[in-house]
């Protein structure tokens, strides 16, 4: 499970809360049926991955990795086997004598991780630890942790603000807002079906318009904006006819036609400016109503700055906002 | 380059000349005087078998090395860390506090000593309280003796590891402790295998301070304790002999002593810390 949201939404007080580093002020935290709130953080058994690794600086990778073995009093040729078998899973062997300052950011995330696996605990805890790393490192240890996470199969939360590492990683995503939450569904629910425009705006949706639902059938839905009915697939949420909507959809999900293409589904206006960006270009439409539109298509420029266009609003695309 | 170079050491002249004349020309000269003995003609080391032979001055070098140094200074920590570990994080009232404990380094080491004389003698607050609760019927003698000194010693020393120690703790990473406890440290086991050691390089040196400093004490000796007897210091001794017996060269051998021993201890310091940095290069 995954807590994504912008900073300071409070995901990581969340997950602080869960690991007992910090007492909620009301509620109640539940490991299967254990009431955790008076439990201190050492009798939890929790594994936690924090931001900065806070790894050791005066003890070496596998004194690091020991560290929790060590308290649990397990006999020094078990806490052996144990440490090695975690630092092959996290793929580095033959660091056991180095120190934390000696090893790269991506291996230092890696003990971290160790560290908190080789003690098997009952929840992994992990605080964007991919934050300090470089994109690509942090795409590699991305594909990692999710295999590795499918190995242990321990019950991990993660917290991102990252969409796409919730997206790849998560089997639930919960995202949060200024301490709300503001949808809980699996990574295709909220990529494609947000509950509101706050998790449409944060899962990259760039296009909306404001409507007005005139008809809603079982399988289909007919909403009125900008002047236009757009016919639309019908999501989970219930929508009653004349409620005030959002039609929402993705740059590169409009297809750009002709200027005088008629009918449903269709927005009519006028480029406005274009980027041209290597694979795909960028336009800037500025639609009859005088709102502006971002679309993206595949390849060169098609269409020339000032030139009347009309934008396909596909139906499977598109999804339905309450306000 | 060449000349760049020797033009570059010429700035380090000025302080060069400062150091030599201030610090290292007037240990000379006393080593030397200590060497030319009252009344025997040319060099001799009389002074140095009449100090190790003299059983009075072998007890106030104990004293002055071993009571003043490590006794004072061991309880000294003992009572630092734990306070300096409390008071390492912010919460209300806590510079108060902070400044409570470091007070006594506001005020002269004289004042700081007649403050502790005033409150331990036979009529301070804490014998008189003692007395009130029925505890003791005469007033303890804590002044003016062996007790005297230390409680005065440490009074003043405290303040100045304290500084040292807490500055330390507070620039630990606070998520290493958390680190610690989510792995299941209680606070103690996090207190002894993670604040600890990475807190010990900065309470070796606050030691080492507090050791050098105590090792030099002459007011707390003189005021709070038995000077002709049980608490006399080097310095004590040093000082009597040169200004009440006039004998300089005795003086001088005293005070070379004890910064032979003083610099002994530096060195020993210094090649330990380097050992260390050489080592964990960690950090």
Same mark, same amino acid.
């Given at each position: 499970?995954?807590?994504?949201?912008?900073?300071?939404?409070?995901?990581?007080?969340?997950?602080?809360?869960?690991?007992?580093?910090?007492?909620?002020?009301?509620?109640?935290?539940?490991?299967?049926?254990?009431?955790?709130?008076?439990?201190?953080?050492?009798?939890?058994?929790?594994?936690?991955?924090?931001?900065?690794?806070?790894?050791?600086?005066?003890?070496?990778?596998?004194?690091?990795?020991?560290?929790?073995?060590?308290?649990?009093?397990?006999?020094?040729?078990?806490?052996?086997?144990?440490?090695?078998?975690?630092?092959?899973?996290?793929?580095?062997?033959?660091?056991?004598?180095?120190?934390?300052?000696?090893?790269?950011?991506?291996?230092?995330?890696?003990?971290?991780?160790?560290?908190?696996?080789?003690?098997?605990?009952?929840?992994?805890?992990?605080?964007?630890?991919?934050?300090?790393?470089?994109?690509?490192?942090?795409?590699?240890?991305?594909?990692?942790?999710?295999?590795?996470?499918?190995?242990?199969?321990?019950?991990?939360?993660?917290?991102?603000?990252?969409? @796409? /590492?919730?997206?790849?990683?998560?089997?639930?995503? #919960?995202?949060? =807002? $200024?301490?709300? !939450?503001?949808?809980?569904?699996?990574?295709?629910?909220?990529?494609?079906?947000?509950?509101?425009?706050?998790?449409?705006?944060?899962?990259?949706?760039?296009?909306?318009?404001?409507?007005?639902?005139?008809?809603?059938?079982?399988?289909?839905?007919?909403?009125?904006?900008?002047?236009?009915?757009?016919?639309?697939?019908?999501?989970? @949420? /219930?929508?009653?006819?004349?409620?005030?909507?959002? #039609?929402?959809? =993705? $740059?590169?999900? !409009?297809?750009?036609?002709?200027?005088?293409?008629?009918?449903?589904?269709?927005?009519?206006?006028?480029?406005?400016?274009?980027?041209?960006?290597?694979?795909?270009?960028?336009?800037?439409?500025?639609?009859?109503?005088?709102?502006?539109?971002?679309?993206?298509?595949?390849?060169?420029?098609?269409?020339?700055?000032?030139?009347?266009?009309?934008?396909?609003?596909?139906?499977?695309?598109?999804?339905?906002?309450?306000? | 380059?060449?000349?760049?170079?020797?033009?570059?050491?010429?700035?380090?002249?000025?302080?060069?000349?400062?150091?030599?004349?201030?610090?290292?020309?007037?240990?000379?000269?006393?080593?030397?005087?200590?060497?030319?003995?009252?009344?025997?003609?040319?060099?001799?080391?009389?002074?140095?078998?009449?100090?190790?032979?003299?059983?009075?001055?072998?007890?106030?070098?104990?004293?002055?090395?071993?009571?003043?140094?490590?006794?004072?200074?061991?309880?000294?920590?003992?009572?630092?860390?734990?306070?300096?570990?409390?008071?390492?994080?912010?919460?209300?009232?806590?510079?108060?506090?902070?400044?409570?404990?470091?007070?006594?380094?506001?005020?002269?080491?004289?004042?700081?000593?007649?403050?502790?004389?005033?409150?331990?003698?036979?009529?301070?607050?804490?014998?008189?309280?003692?007395?009130?609760?029925?505890?003791?019927?005469?007033?303890?003698?804590?002044?003016?003796?062996?007790?005297?000194?230390?409680?005065?010693?440490?009074?003043?020393?405290?303040?100045?590891?304290?500084?040292?120690?807490?500055?330390?703790?507070?620039?630990?990473?606070?998520?290493?402790?958390?680190?610690?406890?989510?792995?299941?440290?209680?606070?103690?086991?996090?207190?002894?295998?993670?604040?600890?050691?990475?807190?010990?390089?900065?309470?070796?040196?606050?030691?080492?301070?507090?050791?050098?400093?105590?090792?030099?004490?002459?007011?707390?000796?003189?005021?709070?304790?038995?000077?002709?007897?049980?608490?006399?210091?080097?310095?004590?001794?040093?000082?009597?002999?040169?200004?009440?017996?006039?004998?300089?060269?005795?003086?001088?051998?005293?005070?070379?002593?004890?910064?032979?021993?003083?610099?002994?201890?530096?060195?020993?310091?210094?090649?330990?810390?380097?050992?260390?940095?050489?080592?964990?290069?960690?950090?």
């Amino acid at each position: 499970m995954t807590f994504l949201g912008p900073s300071g939404c409070g995901k990581t007080t969340t997950l602080r809360c869960i690991a007992g580093l910090e007492l909620p002020t009301a509620g109640r935290i539940f490991f299967d049926d254990r009431l955790m709130n008076e439990v201190p953080p050492h009798k939890r058994d929790v594994g936690f991955v924090f931001q900065n690794w806070a790894l050791f600086p005066h003890l070496t990778v596998a004194k690091n990795v020991a560290f929790g073995l060590e308290l649990r009093k397990v006999k020094k040729a078990e806490i052996k086997r144990r440490v090695r078998e975690a630092l092959r899973l996290v793929r580095l062997e033959g660091f056991e004598k180095r120190f934390p300052a000696q090893l790269s950011g991506g291996q230092q995330q890696r003990v971290a991780l160790a560290r908190a696996i080789v003690l098997n605990p009952q929840v992994l805890l992990l605080d964007e630890p991919l934050s300090n790393l470089d994109a690509k490192l942090r795409k590699e240890m991305r594909a990692e942790l999710r295999l590795l996470h499918e190995d242990l199969r321990i019950t991990t939360v993660y917290v991102t603000h990252d969409q @796409q /590492e919730a997206l790849t990683l998560s089997d639930e995503i #919960v995202l949060m =807002r $200024a301490g709300k !939450i503001q949808q809980v569904g699996t990574p295709v629910q909220v990529y494609n079906r947000p509950a509101n425009h706050f998790v449409a705006e944060f899962m990259g949706f760039d296009n909306f318009f404001p409507g007005t639902v005139k008809a809603a059938d079982s399988g289909e839905m007919l909403v009125e904006a900008e002047g236009v009915e757009l016919s639309l697939r019908r999501g989970d @949420q /219930e929508f009653k006819v004349g409620e005030e909507v959002e #039609v929402a959809i =993705r $740059a590169h999900h !409009i297809k750009l036609g002709a200027g005088d293409h008629p009918g449903r589904n269709f927005l009519k206006g006028r480029v406005e400016a274009l980027l041209y960006q290597g694979d795909q270009t960028l336009y800037f439409v500025e639609l009859d109503s005088g709102r502006k539109a971002s679309v993206v298509c595949e390849g060169p420029p098609v269409k020339q700055r000032g030139e009347m266009v009309s934008l396909y609003i596909s139906p499977e695309k598109a999804t339905l906002i309450k306000l | 380059m060449m000349f760049l170079k020797s033009v570059g050491f010429l700035y380090l002249l000025p302080i060069g000349i400062f150091f030599g004349c201030l610090f290292m020309y007037p240990m000379i000269e006393g080593f030397l005087l200590s060497l030319h003995p009252e009344g025997a003609g040319g060099l001799s080391f009389a002074n140095y078998v009449r100090f190790f032979s003299d059983p009075r001055m072998l007890r106030t070098l104990r004293f002055t090395a071993f009571d003043m140094g490590v006794v004072v200074t061991t309880i000294s920590l003992f009572i630092t860390i734990p306070l300096a570990y409390k008071l390492r994080r912010k919460f209300r009232g806590v510079v108060l506090l902070r400044t409570l404990v470091s007070a006594p380094l506001g005020y002269s080491g004289i004042i700081a000593v007649s403050i502790v004389y005033l409150a331990f003698s036979g009529w301070g607050l804490f014998n008189l309280f003692l007395m009130r609760a029925g505890i003791i019927v005469r007033p303890l003698d804590l002044v003016g003796n062996y007790t005297g000194v230390v409680l005065a010693s440490i009074y003043q020393q405290v303040p100045i590891l304290f500084l040292f120690i807490l500055a330390a703790l507070a620039s630990i990473d606070p998520t290493l402790e958390e680190a610690a406890k989510t792995l299941g440290a209680s606070e103690w086991q996090v207190f002894k295998r993670i604040i600890f050691p990475l807190a010990l390089p900065a309470v070796t040196t606050a030691g080492i301070l507090g050791y050098i400093t105590n090792y030099s004490c002459y007011v707390t000796a003189l005021i709070a304790g038995d000077p002709a007897y049980r608490t006399r210091t080097l310095m004590i001794e040093a000082y009597e002999q040169a200004y009440r017996r006039f004998d300089w060269s005795m003086a001088t051998t005293v005070t070379t002593i004890s910064a032979a021993i003083g610099l002994l201890i530096f060195f020993v310091y210094l090649r330990l810390q380097q050992r260390v940095m050489r080592r964990g290069s960690y950090g």
